[in-house]
């Protein structure tokens, strides 16, 4: 329930085909809902992106490791544990006070051979720009990853999640709960960033999705 109506999301993938759809939710007394969604097509958009030094730069050896790390890393982020409720009842906030997007959800980045989609949108932070909580849900990973660097993820509850990373500093616990606000960290460059900047991804029951268009249905 959101404002006293019955509420979904679903998340349709960034490579999902355009066209027409029919959507079928079955509700838990049985009921039935349809309706027809239509997928349309976005922009692909390239960007050349290297390798920062300190992950190996941008040669074949670093290529391949940016690329087999990041699959590990992708595993041990898929398939979080995620609430049977909703732990949020207001609306979704943007994660920094100051709001400038520098790299749109969606870009191809090419690295060397390798074509990297980004599930996620990158706001302007300057180092050590406070990172608040999108809205109130559980902490369910906060850790360093090689390329995702210090990363923060948070369990809305019913498979929706907000992902922080590149962060210079974490300031929660896993299965802590945050509050709508809180100040989870400190934008940073670690990781697979060339300068600070916050990632911060939206996903869906392991869909991760536009978060600005996300963000826009709060305003
Ligand atoms: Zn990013």
Redo the contacts with the bound molecule.
């Keep these: 329930m959101y404002q006293n109506k019955p509420t979904a999301f679903i998340g349709i993938d960034l490579n999902k085909k355009p066209g027409d759809y029919e959507l079928v939710v079955e509700l838990s007394d049985g009921q039935i809902f349809k309706a027809d969604i239509n997928v349309g097509a976005r922009p692909r958009i390239e960007a050349p992106l290297g390798i920062p030094e300190k992950l190996g730069g941008n040669t074949p050896a670093g290529q391949s490791k940016l690329i087999s790390t990041l699959a590990l890393e992708n595993q041990s982020l898929a398939n979080l544990r995620t609430g049977t409720k909703a732990f949020w009842t207001e609306k979704f906030l943007p994660p920094l006070k100051k709001i400038f997007i520098t ?1 749109e959800y969606g870009y191809s980045r090419q690295t060397g051979e390798y074509s990297i989609a ?1 599930k ?3 706001y302007r932070a300057s180092e050590g720009t406070a990172v608040m909580a999108a809205n109130r849900g559980v902490v369910r990973v906060a850790k360093t990853y090689r390329n995702y660097g210090k990363t923060v993820v948070i369990d809305h509850g019913l498979g929706l999640m907000t992902f922080y ?2 962060l210079s500093k974490i300031k929660v616990n896993p299965g802590e709960l945050a509050r709508r606000g809180q100040i989870i960290g400190l934008s940073g460059q670690t990781g697979y960033a060339e300068s600070p ?1 916050l ?2 991804t939206v996903r869906i029951n392991g869909t991760s999705i536009d978060p600005a268009k996300f963000l826009g249905l709060f305003e």
């Design positions: 790299d980004h996620g949108t990158d990373m590149h900047h990632h911060f």
